[in-house]
């Protein structure tokens, strides 16, 4: 399989305890994103990654929440003494993109993982 | 006012039917546009991209109103495999950034 893969599918744990989430993107894809997705809703921007560069990220990322994506390739979001308003999905996607000297070039399509369902109780 | 916002629905058709979904967005500097489809506990793929010129893909034609921050997709002849969610989605909040903002979706069903 060569998509998108996220690691664990479905976590349940308790309030207060930490949870870290794996992601690996396309081998070639350069670019990473987080996103999170609650009941009824469409999925919401946590950050983004070029390589190893974090280089958005949302308010919704408060300082509990930290991703990091150390050699350019897989990438984990560990969120910290998780809240039950912390349940959703996690959803990780990956896409290729190209900087020229004169600016960062357009983007391709963003591919998504099967996503990490996260409950806190 | 929610940056991206779509018809509430759900839209119920029957098989055969033509529906047309409508997004507006409030951001002016955003740069690309999309539809993506969301079946059930199932994550977002890629419909079709928004052009401003219009884009047709077989049965599904998507339109993009950039001075009335207004984009829209039809789906003709539904099959009840159209049946999910579809998502008005925008790429970017100005130079540089390649977020992804997406409606809160709009749910079809299709019905035999």
């Known amino acids: 399989d060569t998509g998108v893969s996220q690691d664990p599918r479905h976590k349940i744990t308790k309030r207060g305890q930490n949870v870290t989430f794996r992601c690996d993107p396309i081998?070639?894809?350069?670019?990473l994103y987080w996103y999170r997705q609650t009941l009824g809703q469409g999925p919401e921007f946590l950050t983004y990654?070029?390589?190893?560069?974090?280089?958005?990220k949302s308010r919704l990322l408060s300082n509990r929440f930290s991703a990091e994506r150390p050699k350019g390739s897989f990438s984990t979001l560990e969120i910290q003494r998780t809240e039950q308003g912390d349940s959703a999905m996690y959803l990780c996607a990956s896409s290729f993109g190209y900087i020229s000297s004169i600016s960062v070039g357009d983007s391709y399509e963003q591919y998504f993982g099967p996503g990490t369902r996260l409950t806190v109780t | 006012r929610k940056e991206v916002e779509q018809d509430p629905g759900p839209f119920n058709v029957p098989e055969g039917a033509t529906v047309a979904f409508n997004c507006t967005y409030s951001n002016s500097a955003s740069q690309s546009f999309f539809w993506y489809r969301q079946d059930c506990r199932k994550e977002p793929k890629l419909l079709m991209s928004v052009y401003s010129s219009g884009n047709e893909d077989g049965r599904f034609t998507a339109q993009l109103n950039r001075a009335s921050q207004y984009i829209s997709l039809l789906i003709r002849d539904s099959k009840l495999s159209d049946s999910a969610t579809y998502l008005c989605v925008v790429e970017g909040t100005g130079a540089g950034s390649y977020q992804l903002t997406f409606g809160k979706g709009t749910k079809l069903s299709v019905i035999p």
């Open positions: 990654f070029q390589n190893e560069a974090q280089l958005e």
């Open positions: 081998s070639e894809h350069n670019r």
